[in-house]
């Protein structure tokens, strides 16, 4: 009758065990020493992108003034989305897909710009 009741008992708290409910995971895209490094070479490599498209010489050329107006609003475009990027991770939230969109346009747009400058090499 002992080993009954045991048994019993022991079937009765596994099935408690079984019961108890984890408490929910959330997602945390903080990341590892190696990802934040990568995220601050991005912002550090946007910023310095900006300053460099702002030196560009664009009073001999209003098409190089146009392109050099585009890539930066492409580039101001990325930074808007790395921000909201930033922001999200920070109150541990799932980053929003459109931010990841933005920086992916506002970087091809730059770059699209900044291809349609071309140089003309004069001989003297």
Do not use: W
Request: hydrophobic share 50%; charged share 10%; aromatic share 4%.
């Amino acid at each position: 009758m002992a080993r009954f009741f045991i048994t019993l008992l022991s079937v009765a708290l596994m099935a408690c065990f079984f019961q108890v409910g984890a408490a929910p995971l959330h997602s945390r895209q903080i990341g590892d020493i190696a990802c934040n490094a990568a995220r601050l070479k991005t912002v550090s490599s946007l910023a310095a992108t900006k300053s460099a498209v702002g030196k560009i010489d664009t009073s001999n050329s209003t098409a190089a003034a146009t392109a050099v107006t585009d890539a930066q609003t492409g580039l101001d475009s990325a930074s808007a989305g790395i921000k909201t990027i930033a922001a999200s991770l920070l109150t541990g939230q799932t980053a929003p897909a459109d931010a990841r969109d933005q920086v992916g346009s506002g970087l091809l747009a730059a770059q699209t710009a900044l291809n349609g400058i071309t140089t003309q090499v004069v001989s003297l």
